[in-house]
């Protein structure tokens, strides 16, 4: 059975720091991308960061870029996100995803393309 676990959210005042990680299990998804999206109350899922299977490339959403850095580790099936100069407006579940097909790529985050999806960390920002 497929698996992704995130962990690593809590609550941390603005300005402040904080690392998901997303481990995965069951199978490999070492030519999988990989991505991190959230969901705020009331608005709809976004993307948030997404990394190609090679680690090469990478997508950050506007909002985030600068400050949130998404990495990974095939050898051990995790991704990575570091979140820094958090704001009240990144309170969100945050979920990690991994894509159907192999070598996807991340110039477009498209949620459609992502079938395994984590159960999602909560995420608040106090300002």
């Known amino acids: 059975q497929v698996q992704l676990a995130e962990s690593g959210g809590g609550l941390v005042q603005a300005g402040g720091s904080l690392r998901l990680s997303c481990a995965a299990s069951?199978?490999?998804?070492?030519?999988?991308?990989l991505a991190w999206f959230r969901q705020a109350p009331g608005k709809e899922r976004e993307p948030v960061a997404a990394i190609s299977w090679s680690g090469e490339s990478t997508y950050y959403a506007d909002s985030v870029k600068g400050r949130f850095t998404i990495s990974r580790d095939n050898a051990k099936n995790t991704v990575y996100l570091q979140m820094n100069s958090l704001k009240s407006e990144d309170t969100a579940v945050y979920y990690c995803?991994?894509?159907?097909?192999?070598?996807?790529?991340?110039?477009?985050?498209?949620?459609?393309?992502?079938?395994?999806w984590g159960q999602g960390t909560q995420v608040t920002v106090s300002s």
């Open positions: 069951g199978r490999t998804f070492s030519s999988n991308a």
């Open positions: 995803a991994a894509t159907s097909a192999v070598f996807v790529p991340v110039r477009n985050v498209r949620s459609d393309d992502y079938l395994y």
